[in-house]
């Protein structure tokens, strides 16, 4: 299927067989005897050297191979006379695609920060480091995939818009076709939604869980993996407008098949990730010991690969909220008040709080269960002291929460009551309900932030990096 990639060549046997390259130049060189051209197509982190004469080509020519350009090379698959590669090219025809002229081309063979990466985004897919993020993002989704389909999962399509608030926390895109200058208005003066183009109050899907407990009242076990949007305006290194979770739903799964059921997939998807993206995943762990040069001793990271292993490796702590807050009651900087956000049962757990328990006291993931039901979704499965719900987050080193699932309520009556309670119009989740009257079950699910997973596995330390075009607050250029 089309030219052989630079991944392909680089693997093959040299035996001044002719080959074709074509990619964008990384650098130039040149020398009293030769010129060498790195050549990059994106396929592979590593790039292929192609060496031409000096007066081979007219000067013209040579010129405007310069970093960024597209070019065409047409010569000879030889053994590499240098120590960095085993073969390289011997040129016989270089042909332009495109010129980069230097004095304008933004990437060039230097350093160039994050910050500045993300105003060009849609360059920075050029370089060593978005380059291998890519790569490594889309081999995750793949495993994604590969590992529901392995096991018996249907991937379900929900939609992307809705009528429905799924996690009931507001913080929702609204889609409309009104025209914002010319509002119709019922007559107590309200927005009259009937004229809007569903008839009705439309948003961008906060998450496809509820229409995917649908789909597990039919076909066991589906999962979900697409676009989610949130408008909460948090500007943090955790935080996208648009993200990608993946949500799977299994019928007659309990709070304990749920645990199980993440922490197999999760471990299994990284180790897919160590397994198939090794030069990619070699090239940010060195990327990062250099960013950790610079840091004191006490400060640097262990080294990615090690990292990754230590998760595929080791059983997560299991423990539930109260037990959590137990932990943190009795915790040094608890009682040396150095957190800033007090500790106490019944708070949301905020990062820091969270962070303690992963990367001080447990020194490795956690998964906690069982939280107050005032700060968990109205759809949560009551436990039997009526005051906690059987939820449970992962909580991950370096990103906090990447996992929230739970025990689903199947009891019509308490569902109806927590619907109530939470002030939701069940009128809006008929259909939702419906599924407690005719042949309710027990099931569970649990919902992965794909961009936290990204950001774990390729140990970045800014969400916005880990996906091509990022969403967040005053920011959708591209
Ligand atoms: O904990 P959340 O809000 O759970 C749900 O949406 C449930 N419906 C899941 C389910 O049970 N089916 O979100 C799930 C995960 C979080 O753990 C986090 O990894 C990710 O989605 N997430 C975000 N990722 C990036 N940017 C945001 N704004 C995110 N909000 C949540």
Same mark, same amino acid.
């Given at each position: 299927?089309?030219?052989?990639?630079?991944?392909?060549?680089?693997?093959?046997?040299?035996?001044?067989?002719?080959?074709?390259?074509? !990619?964008?130049v990384?650098t130039?060189r040149e020398?009293?005897?030769?010129?060498?051209?790195?050549l990059?197509?994106?396929?592979?982190?590593?790039?292929?050297?192609?060496?031409?004469?000096p007066?081979q080509?007219?000067?013209?020519?040579?010129?405007?191979?310069?970093? !960024?350009?597209c070019?065409?090379?047409?010569?000879q698959?030889?053994?590499?006379?240098g120590? !960095?590669?085993?073969?390289?090219?011997?040129?016989?025809s270089?042909?332009?695609?495109?010129?980069?002229?230097?004095?304008?081309y933004p990437?060039?063979?230097?350093?160039h920060?994050?910050?500045f =990466?993300?105003e060009?985004?849609?360059?920075r897919?050029?370089?060593?480091?978005?380059?291998?993020?890519?790569r490594?993002?889309?081999?995750?989704?793949?495993?994604?995939h590969?590992y529901?389909?392995?096991?018996?999962?249907f991937?379900?399509?929900?939609?992307?818009?809705t009528?429905?608030d799924?996690e009931?926390a !507001?913080e929702?895109?609204?889609?409309?076709?009104?025209?914002?200058?010319?509002?119709?208005?019922?007559?107590?003066g309200?927005?009259?939604?009937?004229?809007?183009f569903?008839?009705?109050?439309?948003?961008?899907t906060?998450?496809?869980?509820?229409?995917?407990?649908?789909?597990?009242m039919?076909?066991s076990?589906?999962y979900?993996?697409?676009?989610?949007?949130?408008?909460?305006?948090?500007?943090?290194?955790?935080?996208?407008?648009e993200?990608?979770?993946?949500?799977?739903?299994?019928?007659?799964?309990? =709070?304990?098949?749920?645990? +199980?059921?993440?922490?197999d997939?999760?471990?299994?998807?990284?180790?897919?990730?160590l397994?198939?993206?090794k030069?990619?995943?070699?090239?940010?762990?060195?990327?990062?010991a250099?960013? +950790?040069?610079?840091?004191p001793?006490?400060?640097r990271?262990?080294?990615? =690969?090690?990292?990754l292993?230590?998760?595929v490796?080791n059983?997560?702590?299991? =423990?539930t909220?109260?037990e959590?807050i137990?932990?943190?009651?009795?915790?040094k900087?608890?009682?040396?008040?150095?957190?800033?956000?007090?500790?106490?049962?019944?708070i949301?757990?905020?990062?820091?709080?969270?962070?303690?328990?992963v990367?001080?006291?447990?020194?490795?993931p956690?998964?906690?269960?069982?939280?107050?039901?005032?700060?968990?979704?109205?759809?949560?499965?009551?436990?039997?002291?009526?005051?906690?719900?059987?939820?449970? +987050?992962?909580l991950?080193?370096?990103?906090?929460?990447?996992?929230?699932g739970?025990?689903?309520?199947?009891?019509?009556?308490?569902?109806?009551?927590?619907?109530h309670?939470?002030?939701?119009?069940p009128?809006?989740?008929?259909?939702y309900?419906?599924?407690?009257?005719f042949?309710?079950?027990?099931?569970?699910?649990?919902?992965?932030g794909?961009?936290?997973?990204?950001l774990?596995v390729?140990?970045?330390?800014?969400?916005? +990096?880990?996906?091509?075009?990022?969403r967040?607050?005053?920011?959708?250029e591209?």
């Amino acid at each position: 299927m089309g030219p052989l990639q630079i991944k392909e060549i680089l693997q093959a046997t040299p035996e001044n067989q002719p080959v074709t390259l074509k !990619g964008w130049v990384r650098t130039k060189r040149e020398s009293k005897n030769a010129i060498f051209i790195a050549l990059n197509d994106g396929s592979t982190i590593h790039n292929i050297q192609a060496v031409a004469q000096p007066g081979q080509f007219p000067d013209e020519l040579i010129q405007i191979v310069t970093t !960024g350009a597209c070019l065409k090379i047409t010569g000879q698959l030889v053994e590499s006379q240098g120590s !960095g590669q085993a073969v390289e090219v011997k040129v016989e025809s270089i042909e332009v695609y495109g010129a980069a002229d230097p004095d304008v081309y933004p990437l060039q063979p230097k350093k160039h920060s994050l910050e500045f =990466l993300r105003e060009i985004a849609h360059l920075r897919p050029r370089t060593n480091t978005f380059g291998a993020i890519l790569r490594i993002r889309h081999a995750l989704a793949f495993a994604v995939h590969q590992y529901f389909n392995d096991r018996g999962f249907f991937y379900l399509h929900t939609p992307v818009i809705t009528a429905s608030d799924a996690e009931g926390a !507001g913080e929702m895109f609204r889609v409309t076709t009104l025209d914002l200058n010319k509002i119709p208005r019922t007559e107590e003066g309200a927005i009259n939604f009937k004229e809007d183009f569903f008839g009705r109050e439309a948003n961008l899907t906060v998450s496809g869980q509820l229409e995917g407990e649908l789909g597990a009242m039919a076909l066991s076990k589906i999962y979900t993996f697409g676009p989610t949007f949130r408008a909460e305006n948090s500007n943090t290194t955790r935080h996208l407008a648009e993200f990608w979770m993946i949500e799977p739903e299994m019928a007659f799964f309990e =709070l304990e098949d749920n645990m +199980d059921a993440a922490e197999d997939f999760v471990k299994t998807v990284i180790a897919y990730a160590l397994e198939n993206c090794k030069d990619d995943l070699n090239f940010l762990q060195n990327r990062l010991a250099e960013e +950790d040069k610079n840091k004191p001793q006490n400060e640097r990271s262990i080294p990615l =690969l090690e990292k990754l292993s230590f998760v595929v490796d080791n059983p997560f702590e299991r =423990l539930t909220y109260t037990e959590a807050i137990e932990i943190l009651l009795k915790s040094k900087p608890h009682k040396e008040k150095k957190f800033q956000y007090p500790v106490g049962w019944g708070i949301d757990l905020s990062s820091e709080h969270e962070r303690y328990l992963v990367e001080k006291h447990f020194k490795k993931p956690v998964i906690l269960t069982n939280y107050p039901k005032e700060i968990k979704s109205f759809y949560m499965k009551l436990d039997e002291d009526g005051k906690t719900v059987r939820a449970m +987050d992962v909580l991950f080193p370096g990103i906090g929460e990447i996992i929230g699932g739970s025990q689903r309520e199947e009891n019509y009556e308490k569902l109806l009551g927590r619907v109530h309670e939470v002030g939701i119009d069940p009128q809006n989740l008929w259909w939702y309900l419906e599924t407690r009257k005719f042949g309710t079950a027990p099931h569970s699910g649990f919902g992965l932030g794909f961009e936290r997973l990204v950001l774990f596995v390729t140990g970045m330390s800014n969400i916005r +990096d880990v996906i091509p075009f990022p969403r967040y607050p005053k920011s959708a250029e591209f």
